[in-house]
């Protein structure tokens, strides 16, 4: 399973609550973790993902709230 932690910002906009976070320690993954923040481009909002370790980046562009909870549940 891939760890992706969250700021407290892209909780709140997901909806998520403590408890629908997972608290187990994630297994090896040659990928690592990831941190995802949500930003705003051009009055937007857009979720930028940071590989822990390398430092790799990406942003998926214009979410809505349906497509980022889905892609919430799709990993775990």
């Known amino acids: 399973m891939q760890l992706i932690r969250c700021t407290k910002k892209l909780q709140k906009e997901m ?3 403590s ?3 997972c608290t187990e320690e994630p297994r090896f ?7 995802a923040n949500l930003i705003h481009i051009d009055r937007r909002k857009c979720v930028l993902f940071v590989n ?3 430092l790799f980046n990406f ?4 979410i809505r709230l ?3 909870t889905a892609c ?5």
């Open 52 to 54: 822990d370790k390398t």
């Open 19 to 21: 408890s629908d976070l």
């Open 59 to 62: 942003t998926e562009s214009n």
């Open 15 to 17: 909806g998520l609550k």
């Open 66 to 68: 349906p497509r980022a």
């Open 29 to 35: 993954s040659y990928l690592g973790s990831w941190h």
């Open 72 to 76: 919430c549940h799709k990993a775990a």
